[in-house]
């Protein structure tokens, strides 16, 4: 692998954790207010719903013009069905997220025992999930050795 490219990788590999840092510390603030209080207020977690799904959507416009969903699929055979599996999963994930904040601005109960609760922490596994894919998809990358 020549400078450049281990450069390139190494900073799409840093930028992706940055980002997706900051998005996991959301996830981490509706996870301890539905799982930490008996009755969580589901005014205030339909809030932090409403927040992650904007976050998410903003990450995932900015993700699919980034190296992992442009340059890495096309020089990269090996990885190419792994991403377009990925890719396959954020229009699902913001659906989801979506579709819980409504129902959340209507809800009595958002607690971890109530249906809902259990919905949104499965939301958040599935978004968690999802980034820890696409991080082991750039490590994966880096140890390819693929980009000369
Ligand atoms: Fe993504
Ligand atoms: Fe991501």
Request: hydrophobic share 40%.
């Amino acid at each position: 692998m020549n400078p450049a490219s281990e450069h390139w990788i190494a900073r799409t590999i840093k930028q992706t954790a940055d980002e997706h840092s900051e998005l996991l510390a959301k996830t981490r603030a509706i996870e301890s207010l539905v799982e930490g209080m008996h009755y969580p207020p589901p005014g205030d977690v339909a809030r932090k719903l409403r927040a992650l799904a904007e976050h998410l959507a903003a990450h995932i416009d900015e993700e699919e013009k980034s190296p992992l969903y442009t340059t890495v699929p096309e020089k990269v055979p090996e990885l190419r069905d792994e991403i377009a599996l990925r890719r396959g999963e954020h229009v699902p994930l913001m659906i989801a997220l979506r579709q819980l904040t409504v129902e959340a601005e209507r809800a009595h109960d958002a607690s971890m025992a109530s249906a809902l609760g259990m919905r949104i922490r499965s939301a958040v596994a599935a978004i968690r999930q999802h980034e820890a894919g696409e991080s082991s998809i750039l490590h994966r990358l880096r140890e390819l050795d693929a980009l000369d």
